[in-house]
């Protein structure tokens, strides 16, 4: 990495128009912006901080600042803090890169030689004895050429042979048919209800008796026409009970007061 040069200038300590300027951004609500000096002790050079007010001279120490990233208030002197922002450090200038050494001249090749053309062969007089050998040659090739069709039409004839049947085609499975379930409510004017159960052929429940209020229930997750039925024909033997209470009720009365008179 690059070594960086310290700056030579030094930083101000705050002078008297300083400190007015800080009393009255302090009295704006605009804390002032300071960084510490060498001078400064337990904080770092260069360091910025806010000034949060004012104390009284003669203590010395009468500067209240707040370092930057602390929540903490240190008491500091006007020869700790300055008004004037320190110059970054600037990187040195880097080494310049050695000049690359130069690249050698390739070495030419050296030419090639012709090549010397090779010298012509006498072409050999054929013998009579050479002669008969090739003729026998050629016999015996044309002997083979002729029984070639022959041993190619065999396998043509055995590819002759009928390919077995394909098989027959399984039958498909018959799908098993969910039987039909059927539901059948019955009420009477006197407010008892039955229910029948029929799953396809066979009944499996015959007038098994249900309470009204369970029948209320199960119309009501129903069709809003079938709830408005079971709704009108509970109504109706809602109606009749009260009634059938009420004349109860009378005979009770008359019975009670029939024997009172028979009691004296």
């Known amino acids: 990495m690059p070594s960086r040069t310290p700056s030579s200038a030094k930083p101000k300590p705050l002078s008297d128009n300083d ?3 800080i009393s009255t951004e302090i009295e704006a609500g605009r804390p002032p912006m300071v960084w510490f000096t060498a001078a400064a002790v337990g904080v770092t050079e ?52 050695a000049a690359p050494e130069p690249k050698s001249a390739p070495e030419p090749k050296s030419a090639p030689q012709p090549k010397t053309a090779p010298e012509p062969k006498e072409a050999p007089v054929p013998s009579a004895a050479s002669q008969t050998t090739s ?22 004839a ?21 039987p039909e379930v059927v539901v059948t409510i019955n009420g009477t004017a006197d407010g008892e209800w039955t229910v029948d ?40 033997v809602r109606g009749a009970q009260e009634a059938k209470v009420q004349q109860l009720q009378a005979e009770l009365e008359q019975a009670r007061k029939l024997l009172e008179e028979l009691t004296d």
């Open 197 to 236: 159960v029929t799953s396809g052929k066979k009944r499996t429940a015959r007038a098994a008796p249900v309470a009204g209020p369970a029948v209320a229930q199960a119309a009501k997750l129903l069709h809003p026409e079938v709830a408005e039925v079971v709704e009108g024909l509970l109504e109706t």
């Open 135 to 156: 003729e026998k040659r050629a016999a015996e090739s044309a002997a083979a050429t002729a029984s070639k069709p022959a041993a190619e039409a065999k396998p043509a």
């Open 158 to 178: 055995a590819s002759r042979t009928p390919a077995p049947a394909k098989a027959a085609k399984a039958p498909a499975a018959r799908k098993a048919k969910t």
């Open 19 to 21: 400190l007015e300027q």
């Open 46 to 97: 260069g360091r910025s901080g806010k000034v949060v007010s004012l104390g009284d001279p003669a203590d010395g120490d009468f500067l209240q600042v707040r370092p930057t990233g602390s929540k903490d208030v240190l008491s500091f002197g006007p020869t700790e803090v300055t008004l004037t922002k320190p110059p970054r450090d600037r990187p040195a200038p880097a080494a310049s890169k």
